[in-house]
């Protein structure tokens, strides 16, 4: 199992696309500290910078580039026949490379948000931010592991997940909130940490028990399909 | 045991009649582009989103034009239509730029393109031709639709339709405004990379992050950050266009007397990035 | 020793089917699976490698069902046909990565003895996106076969390799198969398979058109006359006498020999040595010219 994390840690890190996960992370704290240096009021650009940027697109872009790169691209380029020809239980292929995007997401996302949080309340908040996010990087990772297995185009439908749903819908249908596993992490920081910047629109218990069952649940399900996982050839 | 070889001339002929010149080629590769962008002349699966995209916007235009219908007055105009679906031309955009572009970096044909008269240029307006095309027609068709019920439910006669028809005009044209920033933005970052994948969440993260900078700045305590807030993000430079160009200082973003500087940053902005897209495919073009 | 069994498997997709009642049983040794492009070939090797499920019958190796039992990999070892591979990781990196994913005790031995088997020691730690296309096979070959598989299913290995590797290749699974393990290569270009192994598994869009030593399944094409080419002391008069004989068909008389048509191999080898002697002609060569694998194909697909 730790072969299958080297593996896909290094094909992660190998390529310059690992690049693209520093700027996001890197306007985040930078914008905070351009606030807090000019000493603006926290109840201004909280909300904006730590849920609009941190956690509606740092969090969920994050977890979407790395969940679907763990598993999605190796699928796409077939080298993921030499994982599935040896005699490794599919629950341990898919732990190993859940424990990688998850880990990596959470401290691409955790890190800056623990310092937004730090410069726009106190170290509470920084601490809220940091462990709500690391919950929805473990869900959302799961999530888009399971996509990439479901469908040939994981990246496309994890967008149309973040925009379409979460973004759009979740603004003006309160249904779909029930869902938004952005929702759970905003509640579950607000829970921890009190303030008036996160507008928690769900219920606690909602929150958490979501969660579980999308990481959980995400996580059987893609053990089942990896066990499944079908090659025709070079028509398929 | 051995004869002379001889091939026969079985009819194979070089192709010596007049040939259509650069301007075909240009007409054809944008002809494709606008086709591809919708899908049309493909499989099924790659009509599913841009005509998602375009239902969607259509229908709201459709419940717009009802609600004026009714009630003598819109849900929102035709500017403010544009600035709504903003998201959903994020989403479209970052579907159908990489369609044109990454698509042809990923299979290499881009030396069979540029082994025929085509320039890099050709390539280059062809393509962001045929993008802006689809971005206005996803804006412009809905527009078209408010139109022609306003046009149709006025009890004025034909000043009715002329006064629509005045209003309807700016509004194409701030969808043609909407179409170039987000083309010229999003074929570029698309022509950086073959897939398609990294493309699309490449669009769509640079203009989500743009979106709260916007909100940083205009919250800084100096005017200047605030008035200028709107250049940091596509989205809030077009509104600051919008704002400055109708003269009207309620719709939302403040932006004091700098109008022209939201002017001048478009126009460099669109420039810049075309530039950009012909250099990079100038290089790809000398291979 | 392993035994691959295939029992009436058939695969289809939607109203396609690409594999239909396919019964075969692999033994030891190195058996080409042999058929033009689309027959099949690769829809069987995944099923047997378990990334296919039929949908009719079943697959087995030893008993034991291929689909859904990541168990079978500790005795299988497959090279598919698509070319991809880690590129970011050296040919030893890659072996030794997956001597650790089948659990070996001693990964970094049985890497070395990989590369070494399939001649990439001076190039294994030069990653493997720098290498030609015949390099990148052989190190997958390498991967393949680090946990010494009882059971080696390659799909048209040969593709991209040059004479050289080739033929090295060949004594390879030659070697391996001489030592039991049980050895499937598909294939569509015959003289790889004639060179290779007498034993065929002949797939024709979908269905099993033969199996068997290619010669054997030569002779039990009656309806197909023998063809040989002969050499005499004395072409003419040989011919006049042939054309009398019962199981000649046909006689061609050629500037450099004849070429006699028999419809019945037995009586005419029988016979001929009778009339050839009755006449007083020598003979001076006799040879089976359609008994080459390409000649079996051909009929095959014609069929």
Aim: hydrophobic share 50%; charged share 15%; glycine share 10%.
């Amino acid at each position: 199992m730790s072969t299958v994390a080297y593996i896909t840690a290094r094909g992660l890190f190998g390529r310059r696309r690992v690049l693209l996960l520093l700027p996001l992370p890197i306007l985040l704290v930078g914008l905070a500290l351009i606030c807090r240096s000019y000493n603006v009021d926290p109840n201004q650009w909280g909300q904006a910078v730590v849920v609009g940027l941190g956690l509606a697109v740092v969090l969920p872009v994050t977890s979407l580039i790395v969940g679907t790169g763990v598993l999605g691209s190796e699928v796409d380029d077939g080298t993921i026949i030499h994982i599935l020809t040896k005699p490794l239980p599919r629950r341990d292929i898919i732990l190993a490379k859940l424990l990688v995007a998850a880990g990596v997401s959470a401290v691409v996302a955790a890190v800056p948000l623990f310092v937004a949080g730090i410069l726009a309340d106190n170290v509470h908040f920084g601490l809220a931010l940091a462990i709500a996010a690391v919950i929805g990087a473990v869900a959302y990772s799961a999530l888009f592991l399971l996509l990439s297995l479901l469908t040939r185009r994981p990246v496309l439908l994890g967008l149309v997940y973040i925009l379409v749903w979460e973004g759009l819908l979740g603004r003006f249908v309160s249904g779909t909130r029930v869902l938004s596993i952005e929702q759970y992490v905003i509640t579950i920081a607000d829970k921890i940490a009190p303030t008036d910047m996160l507008p928690g629109k769900v219920n606690l218990t909602v929150a958490i028990v979501m969660s579980a069952i999308f990481a959980i649940g995400g996580t059987i399900y893609a053990i089942n399909r990896l066990g499944s996982f079908s090659m025709a050839g070079e028509t398929s | 045991m051995s004869e002379a070889g001889v091939i026969h001339d079985i009819g194979y002929q070089r192709y010596q009649g007049p040939r259509l010149g650069r301007g075909a080629v240009l007409g054809a590769l944008y002809t494709h582009g606008l086709r591809a962008a919708f899908g049309l002349g493909r499989s099924a699966k790659s009509k599913i989103f841009p005509w998602g995209v375009a239902g969607i916007v259509l229908l709201i235009a459709v419940i717009n034009a009802g609600v004026r219908s009714q009630t003598g007055t819109w849900l929102f105009d035709y500017y403010q239509l544009d600035n709504t679906m903003s998201w959903l031309v994020i989403f479209f955009v970052a579907i159908v730029a990489p369609e044109l572009v990454s698509r042809d970096i990923r299979s290499g044909v881009l030396p069979l393109y540029f082994s025929r008269p085509l320039r890099a240029a050709d390539y280059v307006i062809a393509k962001v031709a045929a993008l802006v095309t689809a971005v206005w027609l996803l804006l412009g068709v809905p527009q078209f639709v408010m139109f022609l019920t306003g046009a149709f439910t006025t009890k004025t006669g034909m000043k009715g339709v002329w006064h629509e028809l005045g209003l309807l005009i700016p509004g194409w044209g701030y969808s043609l405004l909407w179409a170039l920033i987000f083309t010229s933005i999003s074929l570029l970052i698309a022509s950086l990379t073959g897939k398609r994948a990294f493309a699309a969440g490449g669009i769509v993260a640079v203009f989500l992050m743009t979106a709260p900078v916007v909100g940083v700045l205009s919250v800084l305590p100096s005017d200047t950050a605030h008035h200028l807030a709107g250049l940091a993000s596509p989205i809030a430079l077009i509104n600051g266009v919008e704002i400055w160009l109708r003269n009207r200082t309620d719709l939302g973003l403040d932006i004091g007397d700098l109008g022209p500087i939201y002017g001048i940053e478009a126009f460099c902005l669109i420039a810049a990035c075309l530039l950009l897209l012909l250099a990079r495919y100038r290089k790809v073009a000398s291979l | 020793m392993s035994v691959v069994e295939l029992q009436n498997v058939s695969r289809w997709y939607g109203n396609v089917v690409a594999v239909n009642d396919i019964s075969m049983t692999l033994q030891p040794g190195v058996t080409g699976l042999l058929g033009p492009n689309g027959a099949g070939k690769t829809t069987v090797l995944h099923m047997m490698a378990g990334f296919l499920s039929p949908s009719r019958g079943t697959v087995t190796i030893d008993g034991k069902p291929t689909w859904r039992n990541p168990s079978i990999y500790r005795s299988l070892g497959l090279v598919a046909e698509r070319e991809a591979v880690h590129g970011f990781l050296t040919a030893r990196e890659f072996v030794t990565a997956c001597a650790k994913m089948q659990k070996l005790p001693d990964p970094t031995a049985a890497a070395t003895r990989a590369l070494e088997m399939v001649e990439m020691t001076d190039a294994q730690d030069r990653r493997i996106e720098t290498f030609s296309k015949g390099m990148r096979q052989r190190a997958r070959v390498a991967g393949a076969l680090v946990h010494e598989p009882q059971v080696l299913l390659l799909d048209e290995p040969f593709n991209g390799m040059d004479p050289r590797q080739r033929m090295h290749m060949m004594d390879l699974l030659h070697a391996l198969g001489d030592q039991g393990h049980t050895i499937l290569f598909s294939s569509h270009i015959l003289e790889e398979v004639e060179q290779l192994s007498g034993l065929v598994q002949v797939i024709v869009a979908g269905r099993l058109a033969a199996s068997g030593d290619y010669r054997r399944i030569r002779r039990l094409m009656t309806n197909r006359p023998h063809v040989f080419a002969l050499q005499s002391s004395d072409d003419r008069r040989l011919a006049v006498a042939l054309i009398g004989e019962k199981s000649v068909s046909g006689v061609e008389i050629e500037p450099g020999g004849l070429t006699v048509r028999a419809s019945d191999y037995g009586s005419f080898t029988r016979a001929l040595p009778r009339i050839a002697l009755g006449e007083g002609i020598r003979l001076r060569r006799l040879l089976p010219s359609d008994e080459s694998l390409e000649s079996v194909f051909s009929y095959l697909l014609e069929a």
